[in-house]
């Protein structure tokens, strides 16, 4: 593919430096996709057919749909006061803040086989329990984030897994899924960010590291005025989710309407991976949702008053379906003026074999930063980063592959968690009800903590043991 120079990054650059200025995604995103045509050469309706064929693709379709299965999901959860009622238990618990936070990292971690189901429901289950805790909605959202895709890229039994062995077939010699699959498993340990992400969220969730930067005056905030969010914020959630009450005289089932649906969905999900080797998880939420109409009218609540919940779910998730629309639109502008490949080629000339896991990790971060995709990234990067190892190892399996293979996966992971043009950063910001840009400036410095310890690790991997 060729690339436009500094020109393709212009619109990512855009896009991220004007969501911090005005604090209005959309707008910002709609900017960057405007200036990003004009650019491109395409003319005044650059933008809306770059809108219809960013939107035309089977992937934000699958997103698109599931965010809104969830949203029905939440909606009907709270109609039937299950949320409320599961919230309740807890509260009669009296949480700690810290207990609260803890239970919101456990959440987090045992939701683990879908990165869009997993912010979601973790910030709509915790919501009222964490803002009862006086825990902000931006540590929730931290929470949640951080606890989503960095344990999908560490387990084998994802669709993020399925994705990354799927692209190492074929490469040196990793001939066949088998294969694949030993090296993500031999990779695993040297995945380096994930793993230090959802450790430092334990830490900080039980308070061994005191929270910094702007989380700390989130925080502060929460606890000394009481406010989750602060003034002026806009939380990237309907107000129909956010405001729903329960069915009136309706006695709240936990277990029917929630954590059987709940069974069900993880069920449905993991028994699939297992048949197909692919996770339906947005065919496991329809099924949820039909058996949560059809339980609902069975237990009293008018088909009326159904149909106005599952209507009042789908405008609630309408936030951020907008937003990642934008997002997937910048997405692909990027990819038609070659970004990645810019990017790429601004590091040819450090690529040794001991820099090369660092500046791996490095240039996936980047270019998941610029584009706000992990996927997209590891498209991108996985084809290049392995064949690159390879060649310095004579096409045998070797610590440099094994590195390089994690980094790739490391880095997509943590650029993503550092974009606000990410889809799973949106959906944090979505399930907690946080203001977005909020969200993406607490989580930052967290983030970068991180992603500094990680990169410290690939160079000593690529200085002492390659």
């Not at 997103?63 to 969830?70: E, P, S």
């Amino acid at each position: 593919m060729e690339t436009m120079g500094f020109i393709s990054i212009i619109p990512a650059i855009l896009a991220i430096v004007l969501s911090f200025a005005t604090r209005n995604t959309v707008i910002s995103l709609a900017i960057a996709c405007i200036t990003g045509t004009l650019l491109a050469g395409q003319g005044v309706f650059g933008f809306p057919t770059l809108l219809k064929e960013s939107l035309g693709t089977t992937s934000f379709s699958w997103v698109m749909l599931l965010n809104t299965f969830i949203g029905i999901l939440v909606a009907y959860f709270q109609k039937t006061g299950a949320i409320q009622g599961f919230s309740q238990k807890v509260h009669d618990r009296n949480l700690s803040r810290r207990g609260a936070q803890l239970m919101a990292w456990v959440l987090g971690i045992f939701i683990y086989f879908s990165d869009s189901f997993s912010p979601l429901f973790v910030g709509s289950v915790m919501r009222s329990i964490t803002d009862k805790a006086k825990v902000s909605r931006e540590k929730l959202a931290y929470i949640a984030d951080s606890t989503s895709a960095p344990v999908s890229v560490l387990m084998p039994i994802t669709g993020w897994a399925a994705y990354l062995m799927g692209l190492a077939v074929g490469v040196g010699c990793i001939v066949d899924e088998k294969d694949a699959s030993a090296l993500f498993l031999k990779a695993i340990p040297f995945n380096f960010y994930p793993i230090f992400a959802v450790i430092f969220v334990g830490v900080i969730a039980s308070g061994i590291i005191k929270d910094f930067g702007p989380m700390k005056k989130a925080e502060k905030r929460a606890v000394e005025e009481g406010k989750v969010i602060r003034d002026g914020a806009t939380p990237l959630i309907g107000k129909e989710l956010t405001e729903m009450q329960a069915y009136p005289g309706l006695k709240p089932r936990v277990f029917l309407n929630f954590i059987f649906p709940v069974l069900m969905i993880i069920s449905i999900a993991i028994s699939t991976y297992i048949a197909f080797s692919s996770a339906k998880t947005m065919e496991a939420f329809l099924m949820v949702v039909l058996f949560m109409t059809v339980s609902m009218m069975i237990q009293g609540i008018p088909f009326k008053e159904v149909m106005n919940t599952l209507t009042d779910g789908v405008k609630g998730a309408l936030p951020a379906v907008m937003l990642l629309a934008l997002a997937y639109s910048v997405n692909a502008l990027s990819s038609q003026m070659g970004t990645a490949n810019y990017i790429i080629s601004l590091t040819e000339d450090l690529l040794t074999p001991h820099m090369l896991p660092a500046i791996i990790f490095l240039v996936s971060a980047v270019m998941a930063f610029a584009t706000g995709s992990s996927w997209g990234t590891f498209a991108i990067c996985m084809p290049i980063a392995l064949p690159l190892a390879f060649s310095f190892t004579d096409g045998t399996l070797t610590l440099l592959v094994i590195a390089s293979f994690a980094a790739v996966a490391g880095g997509g992971v943590f650029g993503d968690h550092c974009s606000p043009l990410s889809d799973t950063t949106v959906l944090s910001s979505t399930g907690a009800a946080a203001d977005h840009i909020d969200h993406v400036k607490t989580q930052l410095p967290y983030a970068l903590v991180c992603g500094s310890l990680a990169l410290i690790a690939y160079l000593i991997v690529g200085f002492v043991f390659v």
